[in-house]
């Protein structure tokens, strides 16, 4: 398997502008997770998904942020409209249920000027 | 909820040398997961080493170990005959045994020094 992808790798965008942030999970793992890393306060959780259902958005800062995950081989996190104070890695992370480890996928580092 | 704390920012150790990344917890359950994940300047975050809180046992990879004090709630990580490829950012993490996500301390960023 080719380990969880996220595309892009880097996004550049406007202050104002819609951002979609793309994961495909391992093939199989039924729980995903979408965090945010910044320097100010770490990794954080977003939200995460089992069987494609959301479980907890809690960590979701506003609502400008929203998550979907139409089915078990992908996820989308839209930021609309997106504010510098956005910028920062965003990571996606699957799990099968049972195990102990999650997977990362490479990050997305988000830019907003 | 539960909670991580890493209090050391920045460590720093010279090459082949042992160096000590501290790491507590605060959790009121008995059973759970704890993580060492090392995230080089790739971006990737690589799974170090595990412990499971019922196994009294320290967990052991090569060159990496821990020291897991669950009355103190301690789970510090020692690095062995440090390398240059060792240099990264380290975050320790928690879960609960249930299926719940990773809770993660802010990180050590290591520097080896040639």
């Known amino acids: 398997d080719a380990g969880v992808i996220q595309s892009p790798r880097h996004e550049v965008t406007e202050m104002g502008q819609e951002v979609t942030l793309r994961c495909k999970p391992i093939s199989g793992h039924d729980y995903l997770f979408w965090y945010r890393q910044t320097m100010m306060r770490g990794l954080e959780l977003l939200i995460y998904?089992?069987?494609?259902?959301?479980?907890?958005d809690s960590g979701m800062p506003e609502d400008r942020f929203s998550a979907k995950m139409p089915n078990a081989s992908f996820s989308t996190l839209k930021i609309q409209p997106s504010e510098p104070r956005d910028s920062a890695v965003y990571f996606c992370a699957s799990r099968l249920q049972g195990n102990t480890e999650a997977f990362f996928g490479q990050g997305t580092r988000l830019t907003v000027v | 909820a539960q909670t991580v704390t890493q209090s050391q920012p920045e460590m720093s150790v010279q090459e082949a040398e042992t160096v000590t990344l501290s790491c507590t917890y605060d959790?009121?359950?008995?059973?759970?997961?704890l993580f060492w994940y090392k995230q080089p300047p790739s971006r990737q975050m690589i799974l170090v080493i595990r412990?499971?809180?019922?196994?009294?046992q320290n967990a052991t990879e090569n060159r990496f170990s821990v020291n897991f004090q669950k009355a103190a709630k301690s789970f510090s990580l020692k690095i062995s005959d440090s390398q240059l490829g060792d240099a990264a950012m380290y975050f320790c993490a928690y879960r609960s045994r249930g299926n719940t996500p990773l809770v993660f301390g802010k990180g050590t960023r290591l520097s080896v020094i040639a």
């Open positions: 412990q499971e809180a019922y196994k009294q």
């Open positions: 998904f089992n069987n494609n259902v959301p479980i907890d």
């Open positions: 959790t009121s359950e008995s059973d759970y997961y």
